[in-house]
């Protein structure tokens, strides 16, 4: 099979996954019980007029999904004049709905929020990433030793360790020394210049430091085993043979090969990840997505709650995607099964 | 049963193995015998006096009481029952579903195994955790609610590692050897194949046990938990929320050290039993021979032994 196939073999399936999380995205909230107007305007004065008018506004009149009605009458494009569509079409303008709490637009929630969670994630995965491969290549490269034992005996300890609890330790450890909760201490605004973002700079230690320790052992299991997997290979012996010395042939030939699966594993670990910031942007009051979705939950605030999975969702898809390209330009050998 | 007694024997000279198997069998005692072992009753406020409340540890109250005067230690005694029959019925389930799917997309392939490894695929990219979430915050708490979700949303990786198991085995002499005397693919599948990949996803069954605590422990920590039922991860919910500023150590700690010590268990146990029953080479070329013998003599490589009669 051609590369170029193998592409648009992955592309495709991105967009395929896409279009089924908007569809679920959309059913899953219409099961909702309850009125969604009587969500929006809670007043019980609210005359039924001007209930029905809020229905047409939002267009919740419409069929749900699919008007057979019209379709039998001959109005093909009628038919699909339907709650579904026009959740669709509000979502390609990026209109996300409005949050039933703050009434402000979800997008511009979303918006204002994300990039606290994309540097706190950012952050924790490179340093995971890093002290990973290290560790990984050491402990098999030492394998059988007390060093190989020691680092994964604490992998397997740090993979069994919720997020959120060694976040509780860490803030009852750090408490006094580090500021625990929020993003700037109160009173320090962006205006402040260098001396606010130092500020966030220490509020962003503990909660990365969190993830990244987590986020450590499930790469130095995989690469562990991958550089095992890789020793094992002929060309190992032959550069053995050759008299390269150890380093040699781990820098050049072990670490190479071995760093492969690593970047679908990042890929499909960030499916992971976004689950860990929930837990650490709660434990820390970190004002990220992971935040905003657990206090949608508290507040049943579902329009946020919607949207924020819909960008998880969309961001892991894509990383997936590019993960898939990187792979098939690193390693020209990748074919489609 | 013959290649179960095997994979016992090499286990039980595997220290780590050996004492993730003590560290889980703690638990599960523990949350069999709840009834006679925990000093109180977990639901009971034992003190109505505003100063026992958030009292620390003394002879009487070994953890100390929570913010409602209930004795820590008994609640943490009735938790593991909680955590354990998640683990278990969640792990169960997408075991099933992942084992099936395996085989079925492994063996018969097809237009159903794509569509089925397609299902897989999606399934693997979508964020779990922010779905349990959206999804029980939708259907609403409750016990059985969390396992199934848990459970339904936990088997992708098994059903990629039973089917590419079962794609190398399909093709081997037995296989071929039933299929010629005219075995039918539901025998061969049951008979022949399943026996095969047993071993494997039982390794893979004690991980996921543990990566079901977890995901339960972590929705209940979000306010998500059975509201009727005192796991771990809501006491460590309540306790965030209410102890924290406190510092209430003793209400703080414990349910998060016994998640990490059963789950921990399970890791140890079925990383064991993983590298036991995987045969995947074990040495390599920048391997130290001094070591060789003490790996050579816990293992027994199973594939060339298998490799070998064919």
Redesign the interface.
């Known amino acids: 099979m051609q590369r170029s196939d193998y592409l648009i073999r992955r592309v495709f399936?991105a967009l395929?996954?896409l279009v089924?999380?908007i569809g679920f995205n959309f059913f899953?909230?219409r099961?909702?019980p309850g009125d969604p107007i009587k969500s929006i305007a809670r007043s019980p004065r609210l005359t039924r007029e001007a209930r029905e008018k809020l229905r047409v506004d939002f267009g919740l009149d419409k069929p749900v999904f699919f008007d057979g009605e019209r379709l039998r009458k001959g109005d093909v494009l009628g038919a699909f004049d339907t709650q579904f569509t026009a959740y669709v079409r509000a979502l390609l303008h990026g209109n996300l709905g409005i949050s039933y709490r703050s009434r402000r637009d979800v997008a511009e929630v979303l918006a204002e929020r994300v990039w606290r969670t994309v540097v706190l994630v950012a952050g924790a995965e490179t340093l995971a990433l890093l002290f990973g491969v290290v560790l990984g290549l050491v402990s098999?490269?030492?394998?059988?030793?007390r060093l190989e034992m020691t680092i994964l005996?604490w992998a397997?300890?740090s993979?069994?360790?919720?997020?959120?609890?060694l976040g509780?330790?860490l803030?009852?450890l750090a408490?006094g020394h580090l500021p625990v909760g929020g993003m700037a201490t109160p009173g320090l605004k962006p205006e402040h210049g260098l001396a606010y973002w130092a500020d966030v700079g220490r509020h962003l230690i503990l909660p990365t430091l969190t993830m990244a320790i987590v986020y450590t052992s499930s790469y130095v299991l995989i690469m562990r085993?991958s550089v095992?997997?890789v020793?094992?290979?002929d060309y190992?012996?032959t550069a053995?043979a050759k008299g390269l010395n150890?380093f040699q042939?781990?820098r050049d030939h072990?670490l190479k090969n071995a760093m492969l699966p690593m970047v679908t594993m990042v890929a499909?670990n960030?499916?992971?990840t976004?689950?860990?910031a929930?837990?650490v942007e709660?434990?820390f009051s970190w004002p990220g997505i992971g935040r905003l979705?657990?206090d949608s939950?508290?507040l049943?605030d579902?329009p946020i709650?919607?949207g924020?999975?819909l960008l998880?969702?969309l961001s892991?898809?894509v990383a997936?995607l590019l993960a898939d390209l990187l792979y098939s330009v690193l390693d020209p050998r990748v074919k489609a099964e | 049963m013959q290649q179960l007694r095997e994979i016992w024997r090499t286990f039980r000279r595997r220290p780590?193995g050996i004492v993730g198997a003590l560290m889980l069998f703690s638990v599960v005692f523990v949350a069999i015998f709840a009834p006679w072992l925990a000093p109180y009753d977990p639901d009971v406020k034992i003190d109505i006096d505003p100063e026992d409340l958030l009292a620390p540890p003394d002879v009487e109250h070994l953890l100390g009481r929570d913010d409602a005067g209930k004795d820590v230690l008994s609640q943490l005694i009735y938790g593991a029952r909680v955590s354990l029959t998640v683990g278990f019925v969640a792990s169960f389930m997408s075991m099933f579903i992942g084992t099936t799917v395996g085989l079925i997309a492994g063996y018969i392939g097809g237009r159903i195994g794509n569509a089925l490894m397609?299902l897989t695929?999606?399934l693997?990219?979508?964020?779990?955790?922010?779905?349990m979430?959206?999804?029980i915050?939708?259907w609403g708490r409750g016990l059985w609610k969390i396992i199934f979700v848990i459970g339904m949303l936990g088997w992708t990786y098994n059903a990629r590692l039973v089917r590419s198991q079962v794609l190398s085995i399909r093709e081997r002499q037995f296989v071929l050897r039933a299929r010629a005397i005219g075995a039918g693919s539901l025998r061969i599948i049951l008979r022949h194949i399943f026996p095969q990949v047993l071993p494997l996803i039982l390794a893979q069954a004690v991980l996921s046990v543990?990566g079901a605590i977890?995901a339960e422990?972590?929705l209940s920590?979000?306010?998500?938990g059975d509201p009727t039922l005192v796991s771990w991860g809501m006491m460590?919910n309540f306790a965030?929320e209410r102890a924290?500023s406190r510092?209430a150590?003793w209400f703080?700690?414990p349910p998060?050290f016994a998640?990490?010590w059963v789950?921990?268990g399970?890791?140890?146990m079925g990383?064991t039993l993983e590298e036991i029953v995987n045969p995947?080479?074990?040495?390599?070329?920048?391997?130290?021979p001094r070591?060789?013998v003490?790996?050579i003599a816990g293992v027994r490589p199973r594939a060339e032994a298998e490799g070998a009669m064919e």
């Open positions: 399936f395929a996954t089924v999380v899953l909230f099961i909702l098999a490269w030492r394998r059988g030793t005996l397997l300890i993979w069994g360790l919720p997020n959120f609890f509780i330790i803030l009852l408490r085993s095992v997997e020793l094992s290979e190992i012996l053995k150890t042939i781990l072990a499909l960030l499916a992971y976004v689950g860990g929930i837990q709660t434990v979705m657990y939950v508290q049943r579902y709650l919607q924020t999975f998880l969702a892991v898809i997936n | 780590m397609r695929d999606f693997l990219v979508i964020p779990d955790l922010p779905l979430l959206v999804i915050s939708i543990s977890i422990s972590s920590f979000l306010g998500l460590l965030f924290i510092m150590w703080l700690l998060g998640i990490v789950s921990v399970l890791i140890m990383t995947r080479l074990r040495t390599h070329h920048l391997f130290d070591h060789m003490a790996l």
